[in-house]
T-cell receptor, first 111, second 116 residues
Framework: GDSVTQMEGPVTLSEEAFLTINCTYT??????LFWYVQYPGEGLQLLLK?????DKGSNKGFEATYRKETTSFHLEKGSVQVSDSAVYFC??????????FGTGTRLQVFP | DTEVTQTPKHLVMGMTNKKSLKCEQH?????MYWYKQKAKKPPELMFV???????INESVPSRFSPECPNSSLLNLHLHALQPEDSALYLC???????????????FGPGTRLTVL
């Protein structure tokens, strides 16, 4: 079945460091790919999305490119802030109403 | 209006109580979802309503009963819950044309449920 694999956390960085959170997927057909962020005590917020190969999603300095050849959708940010500390979920959906989530990666940014 | 609202924010109930969670959106979305999220885990899908009809039930125990009174509202009725049902309950909605999938889901802030 369809699945998403994320790197284990926590990822611990100093402010202004470069961030990469790896995400790979397995899916039949052509999935849409998403990154969601969850701040402590809150619901999930859509961070960015990509719906076809080579699309680049971007928002708030975060970017991810839909790589069909490597079945990946890695999240990157050039300079993280303390306020970026949260849990990040990679997710996909195909020809159903189901959103398949990865296990989540906790990011901790220290000043 | 681009948000999903959920009430209450927190709920504490006993195992013999009956309570309801409410979710509302005014984005014209025709698909609405209930998820359960335990600590340090991703959300788990419980139910999906598409055009006000239940389209997916992920083998959820009958002590959870969903209801979709209209295209903007989604309820989750709770009865005789167990302590292990304590979790964050998230509602989501998405734009859903007939025969179309792949759209993003917008989540509410959740209801933090504690069952004593």
């Amino acid at each position: 079945g369809d699945s998403v694999t994320q790197m284990e956390g926590p990822v611990t960085l100093s402010e202004e460091a470069f961030l990469t959170i790896n995400c790979t997927y397995t899916a039949t057909g052509y999935p849409s790919l998403f990154w969601y962020v969850q701040y402590p005590g809150e619901g999930l917020q859509l961070l960015l999305k990509a719906t076809k190969a080579d699309d680049k999603g971007s928002n708030k300095g975060f970017e991810a490119t839909y790589r069909k050849e490597t079945t990946s959708f890695h999240l990157e940010k050039g300079s993280v802030q303390v306020s970026d500390s949260a849990v990040y979920f990679c997710a996909l959906t195909t020809n159903t109403d189901k959103l398949i989530f990865g296990t989540g990666t906790r990011l901790q940014v220290f000043p | 209006d681009t948000e999903v609202t959920q009430t209450p924010k927190h709920l504490v109930m006993g195992m013999t109580n009956k309570k309801s969670l409410k979710c509302e959106q005014h984005m014209g979305h025709r698909a609405m979802y209930w998820y359960k999220q335990k600590a340090k885990k991703p959300p788990e899908l419980m139910f999906v309503y598409s055009y006000e009809k239940l389209s997916i039930n992920e083998s959820v125990p009958s002590r959870f009963s969903p209801e979709c009174p209209n295209s903007s509202l989604l309820n989750l009725h709770l009865h005789a819950l167990q302590p292990e049902d304590s979790a964050l309950y998230l509602c989501a909605s998405s734009h859903r044309l007939a025969g179309e999938w792949g759209n993003e889901q917008f989540f509410g802030p959740g209801t933090r449920l504690t069952v004593l």
